[in-house]
């Protein structure tokens, strides 16, 4: 009488990881667009609750509070456009909050701003931008608006 072993044969074994090779060989572009993606979006939601959070501030302290970059981590830089190197909220000269080491790679521009104490602005709305370089694929860049009002959001 013949005993037949169960299991897997080495040929087999070897199919279903060709297989398994070749569908992650042709997901790989589709998942690094969600990582690219993701890494701005993430981006523009840590700005926008730095935005909304100097507002809370400024009202909280009924004082001007301004949001502008920072290389250092504790004065406004002198290219005030580049927010890539990092971004402060400043309260009379003494450092609130800080966004130190923004991800490889992501590009924030806008320009400095300055929450009332009130809530709104001064000198009317504001746009910042983050996009990430080298990355050139549908939703490559994001917008964050912040309105006259102070309120701050995806654009």
Do not use: H, W
């Not at 700005?47 to 001007?64: H, M």
């Not at 003494?94 to 923004?102: A, D, K, L, R």
């Amino acid at each position: 009488m013949l005993v037949r072993d169960s299991g897997f044969t080495l040929i087999e074994m070897i199919i279903v990881i060709a297989i398994v090779g070749i569908i992650s060989v042709m997901a790989y572009p589709s998942m690094d667009g969600f990582i690219q993606r993701n890494s701005i979006s993430s981006q523009t939601n840590e700005l926008i609750s730095l935005l909304q959070y100097a507002r809370s501030e400024a009202v909280t302290r009924k004082a001007d509070v301004q949001v502008c970059a920072s290389t250092n981590g504790t004065s406004c830089s002198a290219t005030p456009a580049d927010m890539s190197a990092g971004i402060i909220v400043l309260q009379g000269g003494n450092v609130i909050q800080s966004i130190t080491g923004i991800r490889d790679g992501i590009n924030i521009g806008g320009s400095t701003i300055t929450f009332q104490g009130d809530g709104s602005i001064s000198g009317g709305s504001v746009t910042y931008s983050v996009s990430k370089s080298g990355y050139s694929g549908a939703g490559s860049t994001a917008s964050v608006c912040t309105n006259a009002l102070g309120q701050s959001r995806g654009c």
